[in-house]
């Protein structure tokens, strides 16, 4: 019997996608990944059945704007406290605030 792995993406009509998909395309390693999940600088977009992490398009911003920020300077600390907290940042970026839950 042959055992076939559930694929990274899922269906295009939810446009949600595994952490193993967003860490092949953003490029970011596992514990950068994490690092940034458990600070509250990504999040996901919601969770699957079998417990695990699915973000959304977006995610892939806001990765890209955090490793821009701390290329500049900025610690994490500094991005989460300003990045949440001022809208400017994410509009310059093309990034949504993801919603409250």
């Not at 600070?39 to 995610?59: C, D």
């Not at 701390?70 to 994490?76: F, K």
């Amino acid at each position: 019997m042959t055992c076939l792995a559930a694929p990274d993406r899922l269906s295009a009509m939810d446009d949600l996608y595994k952490t193993g998909e967003v860490l092949k395309r953003s490029g970011v390693s596992r514990e950068v990944f994490y690092r940034y999940l458990t600070m509250g600088l990504i999040k996901p977009a919601r969770t699957s059945a079998g417990g695990h992490h699915l973000f959304a398009e977006s995610v892939f911003k806001h990765i890209e704007l955090i490793q821009r920020l701390n290329a500049s300077g900025y610690t994490l600390r500094d991005i989460k406290d300003t990045y949440f907290k001022d809208e400017r940042i994410n509009s310059a970026a093309g990034v949504e605030k993801p919603p409250a839950r």
